[in-house]
């Protein structure tokens, strides 16, 4: 019974880890993320102040923070949701050391699981103490596809029906391995984008500022310890900075997409295996538009969270092709 349960938890865990990274997305992309100048709660309270007697206190204790009801509802409804992942991926973590002889993983990745979740709670109260600092926020996004692509792997490993063995040329499946790291080394730069506000720093398209390589400061662009928008010398960051960071993501983007274009070309010669390249070329396809569109329309919200969506779609799916890999290499390894 508990391994069912387990079972069908890591499947909710990774709609919810989903439903978290999203919506923290939209916290960040509609300015919420201080919509609340404390951690775990908000205005020392575990909700957000509604009554005079209630705001008049919470303005007491955080006088330079005027409350903004709806943005603090936004922050808090994320924390309220990113608390349930915590506890699944506790309960995840406990079932899986229980039934350990059952599993089709080894039961130490819900442990780093676990650990992962922890780091992220850290990492969610250092946005707020540090005030946005972008390589925490940058590490924050990190960390939530992190644990969203560790539930889709336990999760299809343990709902998913063992397929028959297809060999794989050693060159796909090495594509297929390492497109989680083009994947995420793009996400890194999406993530170091959007959290220095750099997604409008030009935006006319295929150019930048009318140029194919428009001037550009890279020293201040990638320098890590810094606050947001400030250069590493403690000055404003100069619009050159931005124009890197935002160039940076195009070009990463334009990597991304032939290496997928490509994988998926090969995998198409695999019959069982073209389902899932159809998806990841539509998803590959829709994301790069999202993008283009954001430039062209000036960041709309809507558009904006969904280019998140579209990232962690695209973890799903290749997190999901390298499960079917494995499930092809070896049946019955705990991977």
């Known amino acids: 019974m508990s391994y069912k349960f387990f079972k069908n938890l890591s499947l909710f865990g990774a709609i919810l880890a989903l439903c978290v990274v999203v919506l923290g997305a939209y916290v960040r992309l509609s300015d919420a993320g201080l919509g609340c100048p404390d951690w775990p709660g908000c205005y020392g309270t575990l909700t957000v102040p509604q009554s005079e007697a209630a705001i008049q206190q919470a303005q007491a204790l955080h006088p330079d923070s005027p409350i903004e009801t709806a943005k603090a509802w936004k922050e808090m409804a994320h ?15 406990v079932l899986g050391w229980r039934n350990k002889n059952q599993l089709k993983v080894t039961p130490r990745l819900t442990t780093a699981l676990l650990i992962i979740i922890v780091f992220q709670a850290l990492l969610g109260m250092w946005t707020v103490t540090m005030l946005l600092k972008p390589v925490i926020v940058s590490a924050h996004l990190i960390g939530g596809l992190t644990t969203l692509g560790l539930l889709t792997w336990i999760a299809h490993r343990h709902t998913v029906n063992h397929q028959q063995h297809v060999p794989l040329s050693p060159v796909l499946k090495i594509m297929v391995r ?52 400030q250069s590493a010398h403690g000055g404003n960051l100069t619009l050159n900075a931005l124009t890197a960071i935002q160039w940076t993501h195009r070009v990463g983007a334009l990597v991304i997409f032939i290496y997928i274009a490509a994988l998926v070309f090969f995998l198409f010669k695999v019959s069982t295996l073209r389902k899932i390249a159809l998806i990841l070329f539509i998803l590959l396809l829709t994301q790069v538009a999202i993008g283009i569109a954001n430039l062209i329309l000036q960041l709309p919200l809507v558009l904006a969270v969904s280019h998140n969506l579209g990232a962690a779609l695209l973890v799903i799916t290749i997190v999901v092709l390298n499960s079917k890999i494995t499930e092809h290499q070896n049946e019955h390894s705990k991977t």
């Open 79 to 93: 924390r309220y949701l990113a608390g349930t992942l915590g506890i699944v991926v506790l309960a995840i973590f």
């Open 178 to 229: 390492g497109a989680i790291l083009v994947l995420l080394a793009q996400v890194l730069l999406g993530g170091w984008t959007s959290t220095n506000y750099a997604a409008l720093a030009c935006t006319d398209f295929p150019t930048c500022h009318g140029r194919w390589m428009p001037e550009m400061d890279f020293n201040d662009a990638f320098h890590l310890v810094r606050e947001l928008g």
